[in-house]
């Protein structure tokens, strides 16, 4: 067992479709200023940095760590570049928590960004399939992600009124969101007759596509102090692999989430996840998968998640509020995205969320995914 | 231990692939205004605030300190050669600007390798033609033993920066075959036959594409096995918008189909005669039976695999 690792800063960017005032270094910037400053600390107050961005496709900049080290000043101080797809920001938080739970530093600075809207997203993504087998007839994640939710429709019923209901739950906690930079309220109906893009997945059911960064300064036990009375202890945390293409593949459940949930979830001590939870933040980049992540991640019996969101449950005010920052849906800078689900997470239970916060927060999940769904990231974050 | 015969690499040509992407990249503050004013035949850097410290080209952030607090400033056009080289597209050298702490790359013209020295004195030559959005405003440095030791100034009336800066990846790419997608491909084209390995422990079904070990428990494979032309859909979508790299013109179906006698699925396409949206939805479904079509075209590829077609129950 390590040291104990605590959250203690955070921050993010105002998301956006396009900022075309700064560069990706400039946008960095912004986000560590923010996380600085939430954590009463400076740069000098920093052992070690994680640099935390998606494919070098996503754009043109290859090793863009040695633009953000000097953007941010972190000139000649330890630093390493981690990258997992959708599941980065995460991934690079999980970087920067072994290395303060192992004891090699105190207080680490993790930050992750991707600016979208440098790039051609949908190829770049598709160049996650292999070149021989399957990248002729890649179409990114969306038509991969549609087929999936389509394998799910039938036997766990999943259908496209329920993906609608995230769709419309998310969006409208986004309103709230201060940094989420697509503030419209849907309806079912709107969502069921938007465009069929990748069918069953229709435009509302998918993100917008933003430039953004998020910055986090996690601490030791006995520094954590010295930046706020109430940081946000990792409690548990996993990030978990499967095959690419293994034999009889289960297309039901995502089973590397199942299984970081149940390491994560022991690790924690949470043994009733739907009551334990105050409040759950995943990475849904679109809304299908919030269904199949609310049964993998025993929010519900497999086959129950249409009726979980239709409860009004996993709204803002239910008994297991999930996105009230409104996930994705407000902003989708990928490679931040993971990390800004930790900070949302994490806000709850430090009783400061700038979107809707969970009176008396103390127990919040945390969830990110990268690869193509086989690779799955539980968080468990507690006051 | 020796290989089976049967995994013996076959002498393919590798794959040859590309990818060519358009960006639209944001250069920010420094450098927006440092490419704008290049085309004006002015040089701009920043001064930083508290560090004191001068970056030519101008940078957004002080690479020593991490300062964001800076003036633009105006460099002059000479400077200090500090290191080169000789390439295939010429010289190419680090030039300090007079007052600048910091070096830059460009290339050094007029000159031969052997005339170079560190320490030499260069100056600016500017592009015949403007460059658009680009430091190939200026053309590169020559050697210029008696210019002066220029000063820095405060920019005056700077242009509006560059906020956009287009640009584009062509790469190249020969990715190697290996024994068992060469085998499997070889057999595709040759002999239209759709080859796996055994899954470990005597089972029948097969591994599609190939492999060496089992995903799951990392034994070696077992021998090789015909899969059926026939399969079973287990995931489908409907694609019904455009982007950037796509083969095929919207609207189609993308599948992912277990043939008979595989474990594992492959992607491909379902082909609809007088395709509508709603005739794709109420026939491709998970459980659809389909059959794969040949193209009439030989390239060892899942190219040779035109399309998939609905068997009629």
Same mark, same amino acid.
């Given at each position: 067992m390590g040291r104990h690792v605590g959250i203690v800063g955070v921050g993010q960017t105002h998301h956006?479709?396009?900022?075309?005032?700064?560069?990706?270094?400039?946008?960095?910037r912004e986000a560590v200023n923010r996380a600085l400053?939430?954590?009463?600390?400076?740069?000098?107050?920093?052992?070690?940095?994680?640099?935390?961005?998606?494919?070098?496709?996503?754009?043109?900049?290859?090793?863009?760590?040695?633009?953000?080290?000097?953007?941010?000043?972190?000139?000649?101080?330890?630093?390493?570049?981690?990258?997992?797809?959708?599941?980065t920001g995460f991934a690079g938080a999980l970087g920067a928590y072994y290395q303060i739970a192992s004891g090699q530093h105190d207080r680490v600075l993790v930050v992750a960004y991707d600016k979208l809207s440098e790039g051609a997203l949908q190829y770049s993504i598709s160049t996650l399939y292999d070149p021989f087998w399957g990248r002729e007839f890649a179409v990114g994640i969306m038509g991969f992600s549609a087929a999936y939710w389509r394998a799910r429709m039938d036997p766990l019923g999943h259908t496209e009124e329920a993906a609608a209901m995230v769709a419309v739950k998310n969006r409208k906690h986004a309103m709230s969101n201060p940094y989420a930079h697509v503030k419209k309220e849907v309806t079912v109906e709107e969502v069921m007759s938007s465009k069929e893009l990748a069918w069953p997945i229709k435009l509302l059911d998918v993100p917008p596509i933003s430039d953004g960064a998020a910055a986090v300064v996690l601490s030791c036990e006995s520094k954590a102090k010295e930046s706020t009375d109430r940081p946000a202890w990792i409690t548990g945390m996993g990030y978990f692999c499967e095959a690419d293409n293994p034999p009889d593949r289960n297309m039901l459940l995502s089973e590397p989430l199942a299984l970081a949930a149940r390491r994560v979830y022991r690790a924690a001590g949470i043994t009733n996840p739907r009551r334990q939870f105050d409040v759950v933040e995943v990475q849904e980049p679109y809304t299908c998968f919030e269904l199949s992540y609310y049964e993998s991640l025993g929010l519900c019996e497999p086959g129950g998640a249409a009726e979980l969101v239709a409860s009004g449950a996993t709204s803002a005010g239910g008994d297991i509020p999930v996105n009230l920052s409104g996930g994705c849906m407000g902003a989708?800078?990928?490679?931040?995205?993971?990390?800004?689900?930790?900070?949302?997470?994490?806000?709850?239970?430090?009783?400061?969320?700038?979107?809707?916060?969970?009176?008396?927060?103390?127990?919040?999940?945390?969830?990110?995914?990268?690869?193509?769904?086989?690779?799955?990231?539980?968080?468990?974050?507690?006051? | 231990m020796l290989a089976r015969p049967d995994t013996y690499a076959i002498d393919m040509e590798p794959l040859k692939s590309s990818l060519a992407m358009p960006y639209t990249l944001t250069p920010g503050r420094a450098a927006g205004a440092f490419l704008a004013e290049v085309a004006n035949r002015r040089i701009v850097g920043s001064k930083f605030k508290n560090s004191g410290k001068v970056?030519?080209?101008?940078?957004?952030?002080?690479?020593?300190?991490?300062?964001?607090?800076?003036?633009?400033?105006?460099?002059?056009?000479t400077g200090t050669l500090t290191a080169f080289t000789e390439t295939q597209f010429g010289l190419i050298g680090l030039v300090r600007i007079d007052g600048s702490d910091v070096d830059f790359p460009h290339q050094i013209l007029g000159a031969r390798y052997d005339d170079l020295n560190i320490g030499d004195?260069?100056?600016?030559?500017?592009?015949?033609?403007?460059?658009?959005?680009?430091? !190939?405003?200026? =053309?590169?440095?020559? /050697?210029?033993? $008696?210019?002066?030791?220029?000063?820095?100034?405060?920019?005056?009336?700077? @242009?509006?920066?560059?906020?956009?800066?287009?640009?584009?990846?062509?790469?190249?790419?020969?990715?190697?075959?290996?024994?068992?997608?060469?085998?499997?491909?070889?057999?595709?084209?040759?002999?239209?036959r759709i080859m796996g390995v055994r899954v470990p422990d005597g089972s029948e079904s097969a591994y599609l594409p190939p492999r060496e070990t089992c995903d799951i428990t990392h034994k070696q494979t077992g021998t090789w096995v015909e899969v059926a032309h026939t399969g079973?859909?287990?995931?489908?979508?409907?694609?019904?918008?455009?982007?950037?790299?796509?083969?095929?013109?919207?609207?189609?179906?993308?599948?992912?189909?277990? !043939?008979?006698? =595989?474990?594992?699925? /492959?992607?491909? $396409?379902?082909?609809?005669?007088?395709?509508?949206?709603?005739k794709a939805k @109420?026939?491709?479904?998970?459980?659809?039976?389909?059959?794969?079509?040949?193209?009439?075209?030989?390239?060892?590829?899942?190219?040779?695999?035109?399309?998939?077609?609905?068997?009629?129950?």
């Open positions: 956006a479709r396009r900022r075309t005032d700064v560069s990706q270094a400039g946008l960095v400053a939430d954590a009463k600390l400076t740069m000098d107050d920093i052992d070690a940095v994680v640099v935390a961005t998606g494919p070098v496709l996503f754009a043109a900049v290859n090793q863009p760590e040695k633009w953000v080290a000097d953007a941010i000043g972190a000139h000649l101080k330890p630093l390493v570049r981690i990258t997992s797809g959708g599941g989708n800078p990928i490679g931040a995205v993971g990390l800004i689900r930790l900070i949302e997470a994490a806000t709850q239970v430090m009783g400061k969320s700038e979107c809707i916060q969970v009176p008396n927060a103390k127990c919040a999940l945390a969830q990110t995914g990268g690869g193509w769904a086989n690779l799955r990231g539980v968080a468990v974050l507690q006051a | 970056t030519v080209p101008a940078q957004d952030f002080c690479p020593i300190s991490g300062d964001a607090e800076f003036d633009l400033i105006e460099a002059p056009a004195r260069v100056e600016a030559v500017w592009s015949d033609e403007p460059v658009e959005t680009s430091i !190939l405003n200026i =053309a590169g440095f020559k /050697l210029s033993p $008696n210019a002066p030791v220029g000063q820095i100034k405060p920019l005056e009336n700077p @242009a509006e920066q560059v906020e956009v800066v287009k640009y584009a990846i062509d790469l190249k790419y020969e990715h190697a075959f290996g024994p068992y997608y060469g085998r499997m491909f070889d057999e595709i084209k040759n002999n239209r079973t859909v287990r995931a489908m979508s409907i694609i019904n918008f455009e982007f950037v790299g796509q083969k095929k013109k919207p609207p189609y179906v993308y599948a992912e189909i277990k !043939l008979d006698g =595989a474990s594992t699925r /492959l992607i491909h $396409n379902v082909y609809l005669p007088d395709f509508t949206m709603e @109420a026939m491709v479904k998970p459980g659809t039976r389909v059959r794969a079509v040949w193209s009439d075209k030989r390239t060892g590829s899942m190219d040779d695999i035109s399309h998939f077609e609905i068997i009629d129950q």
